[in-house]
């Protein structure tokens, strides 16, 4: 008697198991994406901003900078008056990249298909040097880009 109770016990959990998988399978499948600001790495040089990158002038000594990181570049060097506040926009056009400033509180993950940002004000002038500090392939070590600030 026993025996059965338990046999219908486990039916229908197994039941209710299968069910959870299908409607989370069933729904993650047909999610449109919610994040706005999703874009195809396939596509970067396409979609906006990544389209036009490099330093805009947004307001007063405020300035927004768009990069794509690339194996094994970050782009064009960026001039940046002193002073200047300075917000970065990044994507990815392949794999994931670190995105760091030394000197700097800048350092963040570059993901692809997502726009990853980071404010800086660059008090001092000098050079700075963008370092990839996640591993990205055989160029990594190599990977920087430049920020002269004056
Ligand atoms: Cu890019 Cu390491």
């Not at 229908?12 to 047909?30: N, P």
Request: aromatic content about 10%.
């Amino acid at each position: 008697k026993y025996e059965k109770i338990w046999l219908i016990f486990g039916g229908i959990t197994l039941i209710v198991f299968l069910s959870v998988i299908g409607v989370s399978a069933f729904a993650m499948g047909h999610h449109p994406p919610s994040d706005m600001t999703t874009i195809d790495p396939e596509k970067v040089k396409e979609t906006a901003p990544f389209d036009d990158p490099g330093l805009k002038k947004i307001g007063d000594n405020e300035y927004e900078a768009v990069m794509v990181a690339q194996a094994f570049m970050f782009g064009e060097p960026l001039e940046v008056p002193k002073g200047a506040t300075v917000h970065f926009k990044v994507t990815s056009a392949d794999v994931v990249h670190g995105f760091s400033i030394p000197g700097t509180n800048v350092n963040m993950m570059v993901t692809p298909g997502h726009i990853n940002t980071i404010t800086h004000t660059f008090d001092e002038a000098g050079e700075f040097l963008i370092i990839c500090n996640e591993y990205c392939g055989v160029g990594h070590q190599a990977m920087s880009g430049r920020i002269e600030v004056n």
